[in-house]
């Protein structure tokens, strides 16, 4: 059975290339391994994570319960969580947004304001600001999956 899992979080560090780059290697080869998709979205502005997972319910909830006692992150808030009957991010193992490459009328059109604040959003309105961002090829990077 396939799940799709929302979630965010505040980085302890400042997010940078690094720790996005660090993230998303680590990120390629375990969701590769488990049959895991999904996108990352980061924003420095609030040091904010907002994350999709999909894939088996097993996968799913095992890394999210490894998310929830990863050190680099606090305030992790589950957003939404549903059983599907397809992936919506198929193509990429983790792909990612920064939104600091993406015109802030674009989450003004899901949000209260242009600056990113998962906490403050459905999560029906975090996944339709993702799957907008992820119709943006631009601002996306796929990662080949």
Aim: with cysteine; proline share 2%.
């Amino acid at each position: 059975m396939l799940v799709r899992l929302l979630y965010a979080s505040r980085s302890i560090a400042p997010i940078d290339e690094a720790l996005v780059a660090s993230i998303l290697e680590k990120a390629h080869a375990h969701n590769a391994a488990h049959g895991l998709t999904g996108i990352l979205c980061t924003s420095a502005e609030g040091n904010v994570f907002l994350q999709v997972l999909e894939g088996g319910r097993a996968a799913v909830n095992d890394l999210y319960g490894r998310i929830l006692r990863d050190p680099r992150h606090t305030d992790v808030t589950l957003l939404d969580y549903a059983e599907i009957a397809e992936r919506r991010f198929a193509t990429w193992r983790m792909g990612n947004v920064r939104l600091n490459r993406v015109n802030l009328g674009t989450v003004l059109r899901f949000s209260e304001t242009a600056v990113l604040d998962p906490f403050a959003m459905s999560g029906k309105a975090a996944i339709a600001l993702l799957e907008e961002l992820m119709s943006t090829a631009a601002t996306v990077s796929r990662d080949g999956a």
